[in-house]
């Protein structure tokens, strides 16, 4: 039942194959026995979700179901749920409990999908493998001995170990697709301004952006349509029609003309990643692709440019957590500064505070000119480039990430190197276009992602070229043997 896609889990629910609260069930005992090894679920929700599901059950019975109705999913603790605890990852907010729901959360409510808990993530989102978590780090299924990557880790291993159908994320800079990458899973990072950021806690206002993680391309459209809608709520959310992301799935690829940047396979890329981009950038082509060289010159000051964006947003964003209001307190303070000072020192972990103490260095005065200032102009060139590339071609295609997933440990003494995960993908955030990270091969049994970027607002094209793909190939399809997939675990594909 497990290894069921969100259409299959709906046409068993309507046709009465089995019910929401025996699928939520299922997946419950499996959290329950399984998650202990992997640690992708910081709570668990079974009271609320199997009473979701019984309303569902009925909603069913009454013939008013959505695609979503009685699918149960896992969303990100990032996300405000009404009742619920959410962390964000982190001990300054271990015991908060939400007075709201997002608005992701408040329309997957709508749509009646069964929440079976919040997943596990780096703290406050910052960081590409959820080592950083106050929680504990979340095992690859794959190889337990690997990350799971990040920010994003808890929904993408979560979905890996078949421990949810599908997952809600969130992606500042890559936390969406290169989890997806490194746990073998299909993750779209929608346009920005496309998912309301109310309710979201906020990170790096500019760039955040929430969207879905499952199986495939169609389950990904599914909870997409879900999650998208114009938000007055969210001043940043853009009033743009959401289209139906299922309905052009199966359009034929005849004549796509995809650019394929030569910065993307410079030096830096695991050559074995490479050629399995590679034999993908070939099925495009006899799937009636074109393929374009590219150029994306500044797209090598992504990370840079990043490293002094993101960080000063998230100074000011998380100047909140003052202990006052909400949020953790410290044991008697002596007087408001120490108040301060010590709930921040004691909530906020190692990771947080090094990006706070970048973001006030370049914000301050002095130093904005050389560094805050300075790096808004290269984004705006970035942007150019992608701009003067999608005037050649319809969608972009590279790696998702540099290399598969790495052992625990390794990147933690060296910030710069665990930066570096992102360099395919920062730049997409830098310029709020939509991109996506599905299967494509695998290395030494761990799997490798192939990157699509679409223009602003192309979801569903990028959704269109990824299901074609999943048509042609079953990469996706491959569970980890963790997961107990019997029939093809492990196995060759393509
Ligand atoms: N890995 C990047 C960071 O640490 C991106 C994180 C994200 O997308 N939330 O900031």
């Known amino acids: ?116 808990g919040k997943t596990n993530m780096d703290e406050f989102a910052m960081g590409s493998s959820t080592e950083t978590s106050y929680f504990g780090k979340t095992m690859n299924p794959w190889d337990l001995e690997t990350v799971p990557g990040g920010s994003s880790g808890g929904s993408a291993a979560a979905v890996a170990a078949r421990l949810a159908p599908i997952a809600t994320a969130t992606d500042t800079g890559g936390s969406i697709r290169q989890p997806a990458s490194l746990c073998g899973i299909t993750g779209l990072k929608p346009t920005y301004g496309r998912v309301s950021r109310w309710g979201m806690i906020a990170f790096a206002s500019s760039m955040d952006q929430a969207g879905p993680m499952g199986k495939s391309a169609e389950d990904c459209a599914l909870l997409l349509q879900a999650m998208a809608s114009f938000d007055s709520k969210d001043s940043t959310s853009i009033d743009h029609l959401v289209p139906d992301y299922s309905a052009n799935l199966n359009a034929p690829l005849e004549g796509l003309r995809v650019g394929v940047p030569k910065e ?54 998380l100047s909140r957590f003052d202990g006052v209001r909400y949020g953790h307190r410290c044991e008697n303070p002596s007087d408001l500064m120490d108040m301060y000072c010590r709930s921040r020192e004691e909530g906020f972990g190692e990771e947080v505070k090094r990006r706070i103490m970048i973001g006030t260095y370049v914000l301050s005065a002095g130093y904005y000119d050389a560094y805050f200032r300075k790096a808004q102009q290269v984004r705006r060139l970035i942007k150019n480039d992608f701009d003067r590339a999608f005037e050649k071609v319809d969608i972009i295609a590279g790696p998702t990430c540099p290399s598969t997933a790495f052992k625990f440990g390794a990147k933690t003494d060296n910030p710069v190197e ?28 761990m799997p490798v992602g192939l990157q699509l970027i679409g223009k602003h607002f192309d979801e569903s094209l990028i959704l269109n070229a990824a299901h074609m793909f999943q048509q042609a190939t079953d990469w996706h399809t491959l569970a980890p043997a963790f997961a107990d997939n019997t029939s093809e675990a492990n196995g060759g594909a393509s």
């Open 418 to 445: 665990m930066y570096l995960e992102d360099i395919y993908t920062i730049s997409v955030n830098l310029a709020g276009l939509p991109g996506m990270s599905l299967p494509c091969g695998q290395i030494d049994v």
């Open 1 to 116: 039942m497990h290894n069921l896609s969100v259409a299959q889990i709906s046409q068993g629910l309507s046709k009465g194959e089995f019910s929401s609260v025996e699928i939520t069930q299922h997946f419950l005992d499996r959290i329950h026995q399984l998650d202990s090894s992997i640690n992708a679920y910081i709570t668990k929700l079974d009271e609320s979700a199997l009473a979701a599901a019984q309303q569902a059950d009925k909603q069913i019975a009454a013939g008013q179901a959505n695609p979503l109705t009685g699918i149960p999913f896992a969303h990100k603790d990032i996300f405000c749920a009404q009742g619920v605890k959410t962390t964000c990852g982190s001990r300054m907010l271990e015991n908060f409990i939400s007075p709201y729901d997002a608005t992701v959360v408040a329309n997957l409510k709508q749509a009646g999908a069964i929440c079976l």
């Open 264 to 317: 993307f396979f410079e030096q830096g890329l695991d050559p074995q990643i490479a050629a399995q981009v590679h034999n993908a950038l070939a099925e495009y082509e006899k799937l009636g692709a074109t393929l374009i060289d590219i150029e994306l010159p500044n797209s090598k000051l992504a990370v840079p440019t990043y490293y002094v964006l993101a960080p000063a947003e998230a100074s000011a964003n």
